[in-house]
T-cell receptor
Framework: NAGVMQNPRHLVRRRGQEARLRCSPM?????VYWYRQLPEEGLKFMVY????????ESGMPKERFSAEFPKEGPSILRIQQVVRGDSAAYFC????????????FGQGTRLTVV | GESVGLHLPTLSVQEGDNSIINCAYS??????FIWYKQESGKGPQFIID?????DKRQGQRVTVLLNKTVKHLSLQIAATQPGDSAVYFC?????????FGTGTRLQVFP
């Protein structure tokens, strides 16, 4: 049973480009969470999704950021018109049910905006 | 806003000693807590969890203590090993998302 898979592991984008981060949850998990981490800081919640639904996006910036978890395929975190401040590690976690149980994390995508 | 914080940003211990990492939380409604270990360049790894109806839980070499009166959580690592060197995060939840603290870096020296 593969763990949470994120790709790419490293992503470099120029300012103004789009970044797409992918997350495939563990088999049997229908709940996906995205977190952002700056160096030497904790993980900040961004968005919580179930299949085809956004449950909680209170941590996601209103502009340029969007997330989806389609019926088929991975969850996608999309950042449009990236700026240098978007440089961070983005982690995805999945759980089999609502997050009052253990959530398993992927290895993250490190986004660098140049 | 974020409600979980840690008292010590860096903890240095000698190999073989016990380590204690502390965490304060502010949301008294939180009912589930997790400790994660994060090694450099990797994602957080589950260590141990505890629910609010408990005050202590033990795993292999690790113990989590929960004091709801003062909203304090601690992680005890027995016989600390070099492989324990990492950043440790506590996280709390009572709804749909985990809220993480800043983290404590544990350094183990010989």
């Amino acid at each position: 049973n593969a763990g949470v898979m994120q790709n790419p592991r490293h992503l470099v984008r120029r300012r103004g480009q789009e970044a797409r981060l992918r997350c495939s949850p563990m088999k049997g998990h229908s709940h996906v969470y995205w977190y952002r981490q700056l160096p030497e800081e904790g993980l900040k919640f961004m968005v919580y999704l179930q299949k085809e639904n956004i449950i909680d996006e209170s941590g996601m910036p209103k502009e340029r950021f969007s997330a989806e978890f389609p019926k088929e395929g991975p969850s996608i975190l999309r950042i449009q018109q990236v700026v240098r401040g978007d440089s961070a590690a983005y982690f995805c976690a999945s759980s089999p049910q609502q997050q009052n149980t253990e959530a398993f994390f992927g290895q993250g995508t490190r986004l660098t905006v140049v | 806003g974020e409600s979980v914080g840690l008292h010590l940003p860096t903890l240095s211990v000698q190999e073989g000693d016990n380590s204690i990492i502390n965490c304060a939380y502010s949301n008294s409604a939180s009912d589930y807590f997790i400790w994660y270990k994060q090694e450099s360049g990797k994602g957080p790894q589950f260590i141990i969890d505890i629910r609010s109806n408990m005050d202590k839980r033990q795993g292999q070499r690790v113990t989590v203590l929960l004091n709801k009166t003062v909203k304090h959580l601690s992680l005890q690592i027995a016989a600390t090993q070099p492989g324990d060197s990492a950043v440790y995060f506590c996280a709390e939840t009572n709804t749909d998302k985990l809220i993480f603290g800043t983290g404590t870096r544990l350094q183990v020296f010989p």
